[in-house]
C-alpha cells in the first residue's frame, strides 16, 4: 500500500517536473519572440519583406521566427548553402589540380613537335597569391617555364594551348546584372583562372573636382585591352564609385562614376575579359623570356573525343576545399563560391555546370530532411538579384549541419562577429560579440545575416536574417538587424 502510495507520488512528481520544465522552456521561447516582435514594429521594417529563424541546434526546434517561410534575396547569405555543402560532400581535402602537359614528340635539336597545354581544374586559387606568395601568377608561370626547359624543349613548333573544358558553361550567371559585370567580383568561374580573374587600373587622384581623372597604368597588362575613360574626380573622402561596363569576352570597357579627389594614386579592379586566353599569353610570354619561342595560342572550350596522348609536366595543386570555402565566407569571395559550385557539379553529376552544382546542393539539401521549394538558386554566390530562398531553409541547414559535423567546423568556416572577416564591425560593442559567427549579406536594400551563436546559458542555436526592401540606409537596417542577433 506505502508502496503504491510512493510510486503514485513519484510519478506525479516528474510529471509536474516536466510540465514545469516544459513551461519555463516556453516562457523563455514566449520572451524572445516577444522581443523579436518588438523589434520588427519599428518603422524602418514598415515596407520591408523580412524572414527569420531562430533553431535550437540541439532539439532543431524552431524557438523564434518571423514569416520564416518567405522566399526572398539572400544575397551573400547564399554562400553558406554553397560552401559547406561543398565541405560536406567533397571533404575537407579535397584539391583542385591544374596540370602544365604536352603532345607530340621533341625532335633531337630541343624542338617540340606538338603542343603545350594549360589544363585547367578551376582552381579558383591558379596564380593568386592570396594563400602563397609563390603562387602568384609571375612567380608560377616562371616556375611552369623552367619546367619546360629542363625538359629539353627549346622550340615548340606548336600551339600554348589552355584547355578550359572541365567546365563546359558559361562563366557567368545568366542572371547577374550588366552594371556588375566588367567588374571583378562578377568575374565568374572559368575552367581556368588566372589571378583571381581580376586586374587593376590607378588613375591619378590629383585632378580638380569635376575634371577626369588621368589612367596611369594597369596590372596586369591584359592584351587588347581597351578603357574608355568616363570618370570624374568627386570630392575627397566620396569613396569609389567607379563602375567598369563589359561583359565576359569583351576587350572594349567603359569605366564611368566618380573617384575621391586625393593627393596619390587610386585603384579599381575589373574582370579579366578571357582568363584561359589570358593564362596562355603568360605562358607564351614566360617561354619567350627563356628564348623558347611557340605559335599562336589556342583555347579549347570543349572536350575533344580524339584527344592526343598527352605527356605531363607539372601538377599545380590548389588549397584543400576547407581553406578555400573558409576565405571564401570570411572575405565574402564570389569567384570561389561560383568555382566550388562548378566543381561539385563536376564531381556529383559529371558535368562541370552552375545549374548541376544546384541540383547536388539540393539534392544534399533533402538528403537532410529539408524542403527546398523556397530555394530558387541561381548562382553559388549570392550576387543575382534572382536568387531567393527562406529563413527557415538557411538556419534549418546549418542547423543539421552543426548536429553532422559538429560545432566546432561550423565556427572554423564562418568569420566571428565583431572580430573577422566581412562581419568584424558588427556587434563590436554587444556582449555578444566573440559568441556569434556568421556569414553577412547585402545588395541594395537588402540585408542578411546567418549564423550559429551560443546563448548566455552556453546553448547554441542557429539563426538566418533575412531583410529586403527597406527604404532606410543599409547602415540603419544593419543596426537593426545587430538588435535581432543580440536578443
Known amino acids: 500500500m506505502h508502496f503504491s502510495i510512493l510510486v503514485m507520488n513519484l510519478s506525479n512528481f516528474l510529471f509536474i517536473l516536466f510540465i ?54 539572400p544575397a551573400s547569405s547564399l554562400k553558406v548553402l554553397t560552401t559547406l555543402t561543398a565541405v560536406e560532400i567533397l571533404q575537407d581535402s579535397f584539391q583542385f589540380n591544374t596540370t602544365i602537359s604536352y603532345d607530340g614528340t621533341i625532335e633531337g635539336d630541343g624542338t617540340l613537335i606538338g603542343n603545350i597545354y594549360i589544363e585547367g581544374s578551376g582552381d ?29 624543349i627549346t622550340c615548340i613548333d606548336g600551339q600554348i594551348i589552355a584547355d578550359e573544358s572541365i567546365f563546359n558553361s558559361y562563366p557567368i550567371s545568366p542572371s547577374w546584372q550588366w552594371n556588375d559585370l566588367g567588374n571583378y567580383y562578377a568575374s565568374g568561374a572559368w575552367g581556368i583562372n588566372i589571378n583571381e580573374n581580376e586586374y587593376a587600373v ?9 575634371k577626369r581623372p588621368r589612367v596611369k597604368y594597369t596590372d596586369p597588362v591584359i592584351p587588347h585591352l581597351q578603357l574608355s575613360n568616363e570618370l570624374l574626380v568627386d570630392g575627397p573622402n566620396t569613396g569609389d564609385n567607379a563602375y567598369i561596363f563589359g561583359g565576359p569576352y569583351n576587350y572594349d570597357k567603359r569605366i564611368v562614376g566618380t573617384i575621391p579627389q586625393g593627393a596619390g594614386t587610386f585603384r579599381i ?59 571564401a565566407n570570411f572575405t565574402s ?32 539539401l533533402k538528403s537532410h530532411g529539408i524542403n527546398t521549394d523556397a530555394l530558387n538558386m541561381e548562382d553559388g554566390s549570392g550576387l543575382s538579384a534572382r536568387n531567393n530562398t527562406s529563413a527557415i531553409l538557411l538556419a534549418k541547414f546549418l542547423q543539421k549541419f552543426s548536429q553532422k559535423n559538429g560545432i566546432e567546423k561550423t ?45 548566455a546559458k552556453g546553448e547554441w542555436k542557429s539563426f538566418c536574417i533575412l531583410i529586403n526592401g527597406y527604404d532606410c540606409k543599409g547602415s540603419v537596417m544593419r543596426g537593426k538587424a545587430a538588435k535581432i542577433i543580440d536578443l
Open 269 to 327: 579592379k575589373g574582370s579579366i575579359p578571357d582568363p584561359p586566353h589570358f593564362s596562355a599569353h603568360l605562358l607564351k610570354q614566360a617561354l619567350e623570356k627563356k628564348g623558347i619561342k611557340s605559335n599562336d595560342i589556342e583555347v579549347k572550350f570543349h572536350s575533344d573525343s580524339k584527344v592526343k596522348r598527352r605527356k605531363k609536366l607539372l601538377n599545380i595543386k590548389s588549397p584543400y576545399l576547407f581553406d578555400i570555402a573558409k576565405k
Open 411 to 455: 565556427q572554423s568556416l564562418l568569420p566571428k562577429a565583431g572580430v573577422q572577416g566581412t562581419v568584424a564591425s558588427i556587434l563590436r560593442n554587444s556582449k555578444a560579440r566573440g559568441k556569434v559567427w556568421m556569414k553577412s549579406g547585402s545588395m541594395n536594400r537588402v540585408t542578411s545575416y546567418t549564423g550559429i551563436i551560443k546563448n
Open 124 to 152: 579558383p586559387t591558379f596564380g593568386s597569391q592570396k594563400f602563397k606568395p609563390e603562387m602568384a601568377y609571375d612567380k608560377l608561370f616562371k616556375k611552369i617555364a623552367s619546367k619546360i626547359q629542363k625538359e629539353g
Open 333 to 364: 569571395n564570389n569567384l570561389y563560391c561560383e568555382a566550388i559550385l562548378k566543381r561539385l557539379g563536376l564531381e556529383k553529376r559529371g558535368q562541370g555546370s552552375g545549374q548541376n552544382g544546384i541540383a547536388a546542393i539540393k539534392t544534399n
Open 20 to 73: 514545469v520544465l516544459s513551461n519555463t522552456q516556453l516562457i523563455g521561447q514566449s520572451i524572445l519572440q516577444s522581443k523579436l516582435d518588438r523589434i520588427l514594429q519599428s518603422t524602418e521594417f514598415k515596407h520591408s519583406s523580412v524572414s527569420i529563424a531562430i533553431i535550437d541546434i540541439e532539439a532543431g526546434n524552431l524557438i523564434a521566427s518571423y514569416n520564416p517561410e518567405m522566399s526572398i534575396i
Open 202 to 210: 590607378y588613375f591619378d587622384q590629383r585632378a580638380t573636382i569635376g
